[in-house]
């Protein structure tokens, strides 16, 4: 079969070779600010579920789309070429937490819509191409580690398990709009090889390219993902999806996340992304980095040519993204030290280690 690439695939590809692009920044720091109740998380439609909702942010995208794709459009306002759905969590495994497994491909697909309708919002404004990238957190359970001490050989989870819920998500994502999918905070990368290997089989299934973007999330200062994997290691696990960027968001700030952006680039041979958080949390779970400071650490990353793409994590405002867009506006964006591969994920049942 032969398969399509879309138009806003090639824009993206053409617009990276060109300059340093950004991301968006934190869409949960965002709602929290809202203060949210339990009423608003509900809204019209989920007002006497049998089940407390607030915290579910996703779950916005049905109960407060307007909020939503307002954020969304602060990002883009601020300086984002890429904005990634409210869809953490939109799976139905995630969202079993919630007893909400039903809704999870709607949750996507809406998510998708939200995004996009504020792509074009920011488009429509200033001429500038802008892109949604559809959010795949890591869920909830790991596949790779017991959650019972006491059992190891236990999993809370199967890869089949993930590659099933993962499936609904991405067909959400996609019949919503999305030019990207976002594979992000990985822990466990063999999560992430269940959510690359549906990938595989949707693309196939559909007959066309989807750019993948990979992001692994380093846990402690010793510059592993919690499933045990250095930065080059978890690089030639997932090599095989062909990503258009790979690199790691989340967990540390800009300073600690600089060696481990630096270490998976001398190794891979595409574009290199990078969205820390706003430093590590203090005691009261708050993000401290400013802007301005965030801004220097992460322009300075550009400034060494290790970036491709940048944004922000936890923390994060549309402040600190237009900070993060002025900062690294001077610099070329990084060379691969080998020729960048530009290709939607190859489906070889080999590589899915299940």
């Known amino acids: 079969m032969t398969k399509k690439t879309s138009a806003a695939a090639d824009q993206f590809r053409a617009l990276a070779r060109e300059r340093i692009l950004v991301l968006d920044g934190a869409m949960g720091t965002m709602i929290q600010a809202l203060e949210y109740d339990e009423a608003a998380f509900r809204g019209e439609r989920f007002k006497d579920f049998h089940r407390d909702l607030r915290g579910n942010n996703d779950l916005l995208i049905l109960t407060q789309p307007q909020a939503i794709e307002d954020i969304h459009f602060e990002y883009l306002k601020a300086g984002a070429d890429i904005v990634a759905t409210n869809t953490f969590s939109s799976t139905s495994i995630a969202q079993a937490d919630y007893d909400l497994t039903t809704i999870a491909y709607e949750m996507n697909l809406e998510g998708a819509k939200l995004a996009r309708n504020a792509a074009k919002r920011a488009t429509a404004h200033d001429g500038k191409p802008r892109f949604v990238a559809g959010a795949l957190g890591p869920t909830n359970r790991t596949a790779s580690i017991s959650p019972d001490v006491s059992n190891p050989g236990f999993r809370a989870v199967t890869f089949d398990d993930l590659r099933i819920a993962y499936g609904e998500q991405i067909n959400g994502l996609l019949d919503g709009g999305a030019d990207l999918l ?11 090889k269940a959510a690359l290997y549906a990938i595989a089989e949707i693309s196939e299934a559909r007959g066309i390219h989807v750019p ?15 499933s045990g994997q250095l930065p080059e290691a978890f690089w030639y696990s997932v090599q095989h999806a062909d990503p258009i960027t790979v690199g790691f968001n989340c967990a540390l700030g800009a300073e600690d996340l600089r060696a481990h952006i630096a270490d998976i680039g001398r190794v891979a041979d595409t574009l290199v992304c990078a969205y820390p ?10 993000y401290d980095e400013s802007p301005e400071y965030m801004a220097k650490l992460v ?5 060494a040519g290790l970036v491709n793409v940048v944004g922000g994590c936890c923390g994060t405002t549309p402040d600190h993204i237009a900070a993060i867009a002025e900062a690294c506006s001077p610099y070329k ?7 960048v591969r530009f290709g939607a994920i190859r489906p070889h049942r080999r590589y899915s280690l299940r």
């Open 299 to 303: 322009g300075e990353f550009a400034r």
């Open 277 to 286: 958080n706003a430093g590590l949390p203090n005691e009261f779970g708050q």
């Open 182 to 192: 976002l594979v992000e905070t990985i822990f466990d990368t063999l999560n992430a």
């Open 212 to 226: 993948v973007m990979i992001s692994g999330t380093i846990t402690d200062k010793s510059g592993r993902l919690l």
């Open 333 to 339: 964006p990084r060379t691969a030290s080998a020729p």
